[in-house]
């Protein structure tokens, strides 16, 4: 159990295109997902905290506009990514928040990989 | 603030030989949770261990251990008899009350390389 998808796990855009990238709790309800970026050889930074059914939570000098997160339901989280640059280009992975055994464990996806060119 | 250091970036070693991992943590909760990660090359993060700031008893999964202490804020991973497998890149996390345990802190990582 508690596996995250996500889709998909590799694009590549033109500058100026917008991506959107899903992520799914497969076999549980996930009332807050989590999004991360990690550039190559880096660590993963949080984005923004994803709460089903209401706006997102960004980091400090995260753009909202630029990223745009939606929780529509309790297994899916999407991020878009508008107008893409190059140096959007990253690993972006997501993660699943669901209480188990008395707290709460963070399930994370496969992660997707964009290039921008 | 929270915060999560992995003074060490790369580590080598040949098969067989035992390697750990250092992990050195800052937090003002009192109440926090460490984990440990793994990244293979394909880049999905695998869960490790999960360890309460309660319980500072060492912890073996076969032929992983991890030695936290809180006196030091430091929760080190040491893998016995490496294999070329545990070539990845390993994450030290925290997360703590202050954010209602939401927030996973990640330190910087470290790429351990196991030759054969």
């Known amino acids: 159990g508690a596996v995250v998808s996500q889709h998909p796990s590799r694009v590549i855009c033109k500058s100026g295109t917008s991506v959107k990238i899903e992520c799914r709790s497969l076999?549980?309800?996930?009332?807050?997902m989590f999004w991360y970026r990690q550039f190559p050889k880096k660590s993963l930074m949080l984005m923004a905290t994803s709460n089903e059914g209401s706006k997102a939570t960004y980091e400090q000098g995260v753009e909202k506009d630029k990223f745009l997160i939606n929780h529509a339901s309790l297994t899916l989280s999407t991020l878009t990514v508008t107008s893409a640059h190059p140096e959007d280009s990253s690993f972006y992975i997501c993660?699943?928040?669901?209480?188990?055994?008395?707290?709460?464990?963070?399930?994370f996806g496969p992660g997707t990989r964009l290039t921008v060119t | 603030a929270q915060k999560v250091t992995q003074a060490q970036t790369e580590i080598s070693v040949v098969e067989k030989e035992d390697v750990t991992l250092d992990c050195v943590y800052e937090?003002?909760?009192?109440?926090?949770?460490l984990f440990w990660y793994k990244q293979p090359p394909s880049g999905e993060l695998v869960f490790l261990i999960r360890?309460?700031?309660?319980?500072?008893q060492n912890e073996i999964s076969g032929r992983y251990s991890w030695n936290f202490q809180k006196s030091t804020s430091s929760f080190n991973f040491t893998i016995t008899a490496s294999q070329v497998v545990d070539s990845a890149v390993y994450f030290c996390?925290?997360?703590?009350?202050?954010?209602?345990?939401?927030?996973?802190?990640f330190g910087t990582g470290t790429r351990l390389l196991v030759s054969p």
């Open positions: 996390a925290l997360s703590g009350m202050n954010t209602g345990f939401q927030k996973l802190v």
């Open positions: 360890r309460n700031s309660f319980d500072e």
């Open positions: 993660s699943a928040r669901r209480l188990a055994g008395g707290s709460y464990e963070q399930y």
């Open positions: 076999d549980f309800q996930a009332t807050t």
């Open positions: 937090t003002r909760d009192t109440t926090y949770y």
